[in-house]
């Protein structure tokens, strides 16, 4: 058997017993449900890892909560550029930042992006239809001319995990989100970006 395949069983072995653990404790979920816990298992190994005890049903509901709205957000009718958003640039030195992201507005309503960031952490949540309140890691920074997203082109969707805290600030205390976001297009050449 390859490593990788090796790795995969015990992967799969400790999403299992995670999922069962959570169910003798809290109860069995839907069949409806099961898949979701599942997801959040699998993405949220770390935080299991760390803090196995802290996986209640709170912390489940917190991770359906921000995933619904993060799930409208990205779905939302008639989308204009948000904060949370992701956003591909290609620059004129040939460049390209498939996955940067709105990071929040200048003064004058500017977008600021960032072009290689982390995971984004929320810190509220958002209301659907407005910028989702958050701060990132990663760089650089820069302030666009709004006028320069091609909003004739319109969004795609990029696959991309957001995190909050389960419950506390602490180490490996984040719960992460995996959500199809919506993801925006500069015009080339239209920033001087590096």
């Not at 898949?35 to 770390?46: S, T």
């Not at 419950?167 to 590096?194: C, E």
Request: charged share 20%; proline share 6%.
């Amino acid at each position: 058997m390859s490593l990788a395949a090796v790795c995969n069983q015990l992967e799969n072995e400790v999403v299992t017993e995670h999922v069962n653990n959570y169910e003798r404790w809290h109860g069995k979920v839907s069949d409806e449900i099961q898949p979701v816990l599942i997801e959040m298992v699998q993405q949220n190994l770390r935080f299991l890892g760390n803090h196995p005890y802290q996986f209640s049903q709170k912390v489940f509901e917190k991770y359906l909560q921000y995933r619904e709205i993060l799930s409208a957000h990205a779905n939302r009718p008639n989308p204009v550029p948000l904060v949370g958003d992701r956003v591909f640039i290609r620059s004129v030195k040939g460049n390209t930042y498939e996955r940067a992201v709105f990071t929040g507005r200048s003064e004058t309503s500017q977008l600021c992006v960032c072009t290689q960031p982390y995971e984004p952490h929320m810190f509220n949540l958002p209301e659907v239809g407005q910028d989702i309140p958050m701060s990132v890691s990663g760089g650089y920074f820069q302030t666009i001319d709004n006028q320069s997203i091609d909003l004739e082109k319109g969004p795609d969707r990029v696959w991309v995990r957001y995190w909050t805290w389960a419950s506390l600030a602490q180490a490996n205390g984040g719960i992460y989100i995996p959500v199809q976001m919506l993801r925006w297009h500069l015009k080339d050449g239209t920033h001087d970006f590096y």
